[in-house]
């Protein structure tokens, strides 16, 4: 099964940088019957960008696509025939590399688009040989993702990038995250035509949406994201409304 995509917006961003992204959609929360979020809240869920795009393209009277049919059956997958799910995996990553050099273009790996898993616990196989995560099968390659997960065991492990996310009621382990030497991500309900803010929390703001490559951000920094569909609407709490920016928020 092909597992991984590409195409989208702002990954596509980072092509202008030399970097060619490929994304994992698996079905968000439990909407495969198993849970890929667990720390998911009721903001973050109602906000979830597995409904941007073509994802949120329904015929009318239907609640489901050929997307979500497509997440829904790789998340049925990585649970029920977790093997084959890992070397389809590590077929696609191999497949990526291939097509990234032939653009001259540097490829790196997100796995969690619409998931939370903690990959770094999961063995795979790579030319015979066994690995104790798909990072380690590919040393040279970069991997990044954002997380809801405090303590995963990640510090050992060069090439995987982790930027935590803020949610609705997750404060505390915002704070603790940025202990832990994370960079946060907050979505803010600013409109995308001011300038993200500088500041917030005492922290520099940097502007997450210039690009996707998350690796690539100063440290010590929190990501600062425009509300997009959705979570324009949220008054859960996982957007955040700085009161010292004018907010007109969209119908």
Do not use: W
């Not at 979830?48 to 795009?53: E, P, Q, R």
């Not at 093997?83 to 796995?111: H, T």
């Not at 104790?132 to 303590?151: E, M, S, V, W």
Request: hydrophobic fraction near 35%.
């Amino acid at each position: 099964m092909k597992l991984l995509s590409t195409g989208n917006p702002k990954i596509m961003k980072g092509e202008k940088m030399g970097y060619n992204s490929y994304i994992l959609h698996l079905a968000p929360a439990s909407l495969s019957g198993y849970n890929t979020c667990p720390k998911a809240t009721e903001g973050c869920k109602a906000a979830c960008l597995n409904t941007a795009g073509r994802g949120g393209m329904f015929k009318k009277g239907e609640n489901t696509n050929t997307i979500q049919q497509a997440r829904i059956r790789k998340t049925k997958m990585f649970y029920e025939n977790r093997g084959q799910f890992m070397s389809d995996l590590v077929k696609d990553i191999e497949l990526g590399i291939k097509q990234s050099a032939k653009k001259g273009l540097i490829p790196v790996f997100r796995l969690n688009g619409t998931s939370d898993i903690a990959f770094e616990k999961y063995e795979v196989v790579r030319n015979g040989i066994t690995y104790n995560n798909i990072f380690a099968a590919f040393p040279d390659i970069q991997f990044y993702d954002y997380t809801k997960i405090l303590g995963r065991k990640t510090t050992n492990i060069p090439n995987y990038h982790l930027t935590f996310s803020a949610a609705d009621g997750n404060d505390n382990d915002v704070l603790k995250a940025f202990d832990q030497g994370y960079n946060v991500a907050m979505v803010f309900g600013i409109k995308k035509s001011l300038n993200m803010i500088t500041e917030y929390m005492g922290k520099p703001v940097y502007n997450g949406d210039e690009s996707d490559l998350r690796f690539l951000d100063p440290d010590n920094h929190i990501v600062g994201l425009y509300a997009k569909g959705k979570a324009k609407s949220d008054n859960s709490g996982f957007v955040k409304y700085p009161n010292f920016i004018p907010i007109k928020m969209a119908a």
